[in-house]
């Protein structure tokens, strides 16, 4: 079973930066991309980043986060990261890692989630 660990939120004023962890564990984890998720207070949840995961030669972002995220990873470690610059009060949201298993499939490995809190 596949488990997925966030870490690195917390409460930044704007125009900081966060770098957002998520580390998989699981007999012989593999997946065939991860991603990054937000959902804000009242709000649904949002699509933020996502990258290939073994050769990360794919990446994509949201609009609202685009040249302000870099999305990364360390497939030795299992390991993958969301770095945020530039933060603003709207990027607040609890953050999220997801996993899609195989090539064509859908995002089924879900972390907890960590808190990013902008202030103003």
């Known amino acids: 079973q596949v488990r997925l660990v966030e870490s690195g939120g917390g409460l930044v004023q704007a125009g900081g930066s966060l770098r957002l962890s998520c580390a998989a564990s699981?007999?012989?984890?593999?997946?065939?991309?991860m991603g990054w998720f937000r959902q804000a207070p009242g709000k649904e949840r949002e699509f933020v980043a996502a990258?290939?995961?073994?050769?990360?030669?794919?990446?994509d972002y949201a609009n609202s986060v685009k040249g302000r995220a870099t999305i990364s990873k360390d497939n030795a470690k299992n390991t993958l990261y969301l770095q945020i610059n530039s933060l603003k009060p709207e990027d607040t949201a609890v953050y999220y890692c997801?996993?899609?298993?195989?090539?064509?499939?859908?995002?089924?490995?879900w972390g907890q989630g960590t808190q990013v809190t902008v202030s103003s």
């Open positions: 699981g007999r012989t984890f593999s997946a065939y991309a």
């Open positions: 997801a996993g899609v298993p195989r090539r064509g499939g859908t995002y089924e490995y």
């Open positions: 990258i290939n995961w073994n050769d990360g030669r794919y990446e």
